[in-house]
């Protein structure tokens, strides 16, 4: 299972200077889990209270700390995965551009104002505020805490010319996420490109990595339409609901994921290439808990953000406008709400012969419902951006669905899954299942098994047209009050498509051939 172990300095810690030997101890500590000196706050799910593996951590035994105060120092991370152990230490000048390392920017931007409250024509705290807003999503404030800025270093010489581009480029930036995020107006194709070019994988001596260090994590911002709305269903709960006329292919939303997680992340490989049952059996157990863990220690970083994964569905009958402890890191909590609400990233984008797989947690899309039918929305996964369009005109009022699960396979495969994350679904493909005889159950997977084994293997052969029309035409009989519900059958008609493809051209070929002949032939006549 996990054990996550983060590294604290009380204020008794950092009341004074370190040496070396006793920052190193200090580090040896982990080891034992030792919290007893109320220097580390431990979460820990696993009874197994083994030694930790040293040789996966950040060597600290170089680390230099003679005259350098201790509260410049950032112990940032420590995660405990199985029984090893990844450190991250940093060393920095300055706290806001550590915590901008770290993407806590509610952080960054304290100190930063900090800084500017006693020193306001601060220059690089400006810029570190700039950084800051916009990773706070505060566009406008970024904007023009930046405008200033680019103006204080266009008038002042003693400046690089560097420090001007790079307040020029961060602007122009800020500038397309504040279009991307108020009007939806993104660039696709240049995203496209960057999906490809941040999900390129290499191999090393660790196995498949990311070319880009941070892979297709994307740098993008959410967008929101006002014409939807989070409202109650009943019944079924927190829905989002139109609130006026939503014409077909419209955009409702975009959003960048709370954590995704990547399975050649976890295993070291990629396991894009295997079936897809068996990259679910496969990647679904470690990705979670990768996922959670990854998920626990942002909000362990910035519990800021507690608000909204708390308001998610957990599994539990509590009521979400109940007073919930939002300071408290509870990783069942969090754990059953990751469970829940995570999406299996389904790459639409093949980079290298590559399908990439994973798990994300999207905030918001989490409050889509589901039906294995009869749905108005649609998803597309661009990395860890979330695109959502309708698929036809809505009507004011009506909720808004998507698939969970996107296939309408096997009924008990899809009713255990749905089941697992609380969803009785009272759609009518699911309502058709139940109701149907166990006569009609088994020859319909006769059937299909048929089509399976002895058809779909052999790339549309001719010779099995006839076989491939009378399966179609049985399975369509067996649910004739249903003909919209046979949807295996559009499968095989695209299949038998093709197969009448390859024997209009077998004679048209022919046709051409015995042309050719004759013309010949009248030729050699004619001389």
Known sequence: MTQTAVLQLTTSNASRKKTREELISEHKKLENFSDRFNRYF???TCQDKSSLNLQLRISIANLQVGCVPINRFLICRVIARFVKINALLTLVEDPEEAHLRLDQ???SLNDAEIILRYEPNHLKATYHKGKALCGLKHYQEAIITLRVLYQRLSFNTNHNIASIENTEQLLKHVELLASENEKGQYDFESIVDEYCEKA???KDS???VWVNNVGPRLDHTNYLIDDIEIGNIKGKGRSWIAKCGIPENTLLMVFKAFKTVYSHEIFGHTIGNIPNELTACVGSSSCHEELMISVIQKLLAEPHLLQEVYQLHDGSDLDKTSKINNKLVDSNKIGMAV??????INSNVIIENTDLSGLGLWILPSYFNHSCIDINVTIFFLGDLLFIRSLQPISKGEELIINYRGDFGNYELRSKYLQSIDVDCQCRLCKLDRSESEKTKLRRAQLLNIYKTSIKPYNANPFLIKELEKIIVELRSLRKEHPDLEFYTLIMSRHLSFAYKRVHFS???NIFFR???????????TF
């Open 206 to 208: 660790k196995g498949n």
């Open 339 to 344: 469970k829940y609400n995570s999406f299996a």
């Open 507 to 509: 004679e048209c070929l």
């Open 105 to 107: 920017f509610l952080y």
């Open 42 to 44: 431990i979460h820990n």
């Open 200 to 202: 390129k994988i290499k």
């Open 515 to 525: 042309c050719g002949l004759m013309a010949a032939q009248l030729q050699e006549a």
